[in-house]
């Protein structure tokens, strides 16, 4: 990957602890942001003004700066109802997805730029269905995050950085809306208009705190990331499922899931607004054979709920009838959860007792999120089990096939190895140390 700065590597490979993050200077007088320094541009949505908006683009210079917005809550699926970017020299474009195949000319125009984006994992999905994908990324929230900033979303990160305060009264809006009302694309273009300027703000940050090399690693293996393949059963993502104990009513819970999820697509609406998790877990819970016991369920509402009342009763009606009933829990690789390891495995325990704690004072001495130092699930799987013959080499080797990056290894691994090799006894072994068990009260 390109380096973002051409010093970026330079200086230790430890970050200068106890670097703040931010000037207290820099936020003591902030600029209300109101209206874009070039005004609201029109929303594109012919093919001449797309084509017009890549000529723009393809004659700018550096960074993209790039946002989507969605219409979660509103319509099916996470697609992208208006895309904008801006670059220095084409100044802002705010483009309508809805009436183009894809956006392939957009990407073409600026294949090879690196984009701003905030969060990126949050648009890139959506930019990809469009036929978007970055050549290069910067992610001023994971780049926030890094910084050890306390807050991260972005208008909190421009007003610590830049000084600037920027309205987020919109971000949750229906962006299917057509048109899209004056005060929406105002906020869209605002979204975007000091990205550029945030970017060279959080690499001076990142570079005195010698952290920049770990922000581009993380920034490059979020653009290779694949994206996850389908889940087998969606459904069991369910909220409120836990409270279903029973394999037919778990059946009734896939049944009415399923028969949602095809309503919804077929009227390109949000699940949810047809009838809520809760409703489709209380169906299930009671098993009703009528429509009226169905109405009188406890818990099931929604705008559908009476309309729709027939199809969800006989979704019901089918689970009733199944043989084949899903499993209560499907068959998983993963550790289970730490608070019985001490009964399972209490070596595991404490190597994992031993080495969290240990990861998470580093992780504070760089003023970051233990989650950033590393995944958690990745410690867990290794302290589970680890390798045959625990050493540096061998824990980085199992780290690195788990998707951690050369800068975690780099922090983490003596922290990990020196936890494994002398773990601390647990408290439960203390307590019975010497008969064998706990002692008992008298």
């Given at each position: 990957?390109?380096?973002?700065?051409?010093?970026?590597?330079?200086?230790?490979?430890?970050?200068?602890?106890?670097?703040?993050?931010?000037?207290?200077?820099?936020?003591?007088?902030?600029?209300?942001?109101?209206?874009?320094?070039?005004?609201?541009?029109?929303?594109?949505?012919?093919?001449?003004?797309?084509?017009?908006?890549?000529?723009?683009?393809?004659?700018?210079?550096?960074?993209?700066?790039?946002?989507?917005?969605?219409a979660s809550g509103f319509r099916y699926g996470q697609r992208a109802f208006l895309v904008q970017l801006r670059r220095e020299g084409s100044g802002t474009w705010l483009i309508d997805p809805?009436?183009?195949?894809?956006?392939?000319?957009?990407?073409?125009?600026?294949?090879?730029?690196?984009?701003?984006?905030?969060?990126?994992?949050?648009?890139?999905?959506?930019?990809?269905?469009?036929?978007?994908?970055?050549?290069?990324?910067?992610?001023?929230?994971?780049?926030?995050?890094?910084?050890?900033?306390?807050?991260?979303?972005?208008?909190?990160?421009?007003?610590?950085?830049?000084?600037?305060?920027?309205?987020?009264?919109?971000?949750?809006?229906?962006?299917?809306?057509?048109?899209?009302?004056?005060?929406?694309?105002?906020?869209?273009?605002?979204?975007?208009?000091?990205?550029?300027?945030?970017?060279?703000?959080?690499?001076?940050?990142?570079?005195k705190q010698d952290k920049l090399r770990f922000a581009e690693e993380e920034f490059e293996a979020l653009r290779k990331t694949e994206p996850a393949p389908p889940r087998p059963d969606p459904?069991?993502?369910?909220?409120?499922?836990?409270?279903?104990?029973?394999?037919?009513?778990?059946?009734?819970?896939?049944?009415?899931?399923?028969?949602?999820?095809?309503?919804?697509?077929?009227?390109?609406?949000?699940?949810?607004?047809?009838?809520?998790?809760?409703?489709?877990?209380?169906?299930?819970?009671?098993?009703?054979?009528?429509?009226?016991?169905?109405?009188?369920?406890?818990?099931?509402?929604?705008?559908?709920?009476?309309?729709?009342?027939?199809?969800?009763?006989?979704?019901?009606?089918?689970?009733?009838?199944?043989?084949?009933?899903?499993?209560?829990?499907?068959?998983?690789?993963?550790?289970?959860?730490?608070?019985?390891?001490?009964?399972?495995?209490?070596?595991?325990?404490?190597?994992?007792?031993?080495?969290?704690?240990?990861?998470?004072?580093?992780?504070?001495?760089?003023?970051?999120?233990?989650?950033?130092?590393?995944?958690?699930?990745?410690?867990?799987?290794?302290?589970?089990?680890?390798?045959?013959?625990?050493?540096?080499?061998?824990?980085?080797?199992?780290?690195?096939?788990?998707?951690?990056?050369?800068?975690?290894?780099?922090?983490?691994?003596?922290?990990?190895?020196?936890?494994?090799?002398?773990?601390?006894?647990?408290?439960?072994?203390?307590?019975?140390?010497?008969?064998?068990?706990?002692?008992?009260?008298?």
């Amino acid at each position: 990957m390109t380096s973002l700065t051409s010093d970026s590597s330079a200086g230790s490979s430890r970050p200068n602890i106890g670097t703040p993050p931010a000037a207290p200077e820099q936020a003591v007088e902030t600029v209300e942001l109101t209206m874009p320094s070039e005004g609201v541009p029109a929303v594109i949505a012919t093919a001449n003004g797309l084509e017009r908006a890549a000529a723009a683009l393809a004659a700018g210079h550096g960074p993209v700066a790039v946002d989507a917005e969605r219409a979660s809550g509103f319509r099916y699926g996470q697609r992208a109802f208006l895309v904008q970017l801006r670059r220095e020299g084409s100044g802002t474009w705010l483009i309508d997805p809805e009436p183009f195949d894809d956006l392939v000319i957009i990407n073409d125009a600026i294949r090879g730029a690196e984009w701003i984006l905030h969060a990126a994992t949050q648009d890139l999905p959506c930019l990809s269905a469009l036929g978007m994908w970055p050549d290069r990324l910067f992610d001023t929230e994971l780049a926030a995050r890094l910084a050890g900033l306390p807050r991260v979303g972005l208008a909190a990160v421009i007003e610590t950085l830049l000084g600037y305060t920027l309205a987020k009264e919109h971000s949750a809006a229906d962006w299917s809306t057509r048109p899209l009302p004056e005060p929406w694309l105002r906020y869209a273009a605002l979204d975007v208009e000091v990205l550029i300027e945030l970017r060279a703000a959080m690499v001076e940050l990142l570079t005195k705190q010698d952290k920049l090399r770990f922000a581009e690693e993380e920034f490059e293996a979020l653009r290779k990331t694949e994206p996850a393949p389908p889940r087998p059963d969606p459904w069991r993502r369910t909220s409120g499922l836990h409270q279903i104990r029973d394999r037919r009513q778990l059946a009734a819970v896939r049944e009415l899931w399923q028969e949602r999820e095809q309503l919804a697509a077929k009227r390109d609406v949000a699940p949810g607004r047809l009838i809520p998790d809760s409703a489709i877990v209380a169906a299930a819970r009671a098993m009703p054979a009528t429509v009226p016991q169905l109405l009188a369920v406890n818990g099931f509402h929604g705008r559908a709920a009476q309309r729709e009342a027939p199809r969800w009763l006989r979704c019901i009606s089918a689970a009733r009838q199944l043989k084949d009933l899903p499993e209560l829990q499907l068959p998983t690789n993963a550790p289970p959860p730490p608070r019985v390891w001490a009964d399972k495995d209490p070596a595991a325990a404490a190597r994992l007792q031993t080495a969290r704690p240990r990861l998470a004072a580093l992780a504070e001495d760089l003023t970051m999120p233990l989650e950033n130092l590393l995944t958690p699930d990745f410690l867990r799987r290794l302290a589970w089990r680890p390798p045959a013959a625990i050493s540096e080499e061998t824990i980085a080797a199992a780290l690195r096939e788990l998707g951690a990056r050369p800068w975690q290894l780099e922090l983490a691994v003596p922290v990990i190895t020196e936890a494994f090799l002398n773990p601390e006894p647990l408290p439960d072994a203390k307590a019975g140390k010497g008969n064998g068990r706990k002692d008992q009260p008298a």
